[in-house]
């Protein structure tokens, strides 16, 4: 069976192949949303986008979908959300991950104002 480590929290757990992550996380009480997105989140619909984590190993857990790349695909290949995200093999999870790119502005849907000429 796979083994699960959220770094953050220090914690190790296995899972069988194909247990989806943010299942696992909530099973196991890992803090997996900010607050206030612990207490109105889309109950893994991936609507929301606030069960962002990065991987270690993007080969360790599901490819991304199309419904996660509109949600974190800008960030870079290593983030997925939670609520559909597979585990296939030993895998390190940073939960609430820092952005690497700062603002809302760098996401994909704000891209055109950069363009403007003023
Ligand atoms: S729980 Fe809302 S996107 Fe995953």
Known sequence: MPTVRFVKQDLTVECPVGTNLRALALEHEVDLYAFPANLINCRGR???GTC???VGDVRAVSEMTA???KKVGWEGPDYRLACKTQVLADVEIITNPRTTKQGWTQHQTYK???DLPY
């Open 46 to 48: 991936a609507l929301c």
């Open 52 to 54: 962002r984590v990065k």
């Open 112 to 114: 055109w104002m950069q």
């Open 67 to 69: 419904e996660q790349a």
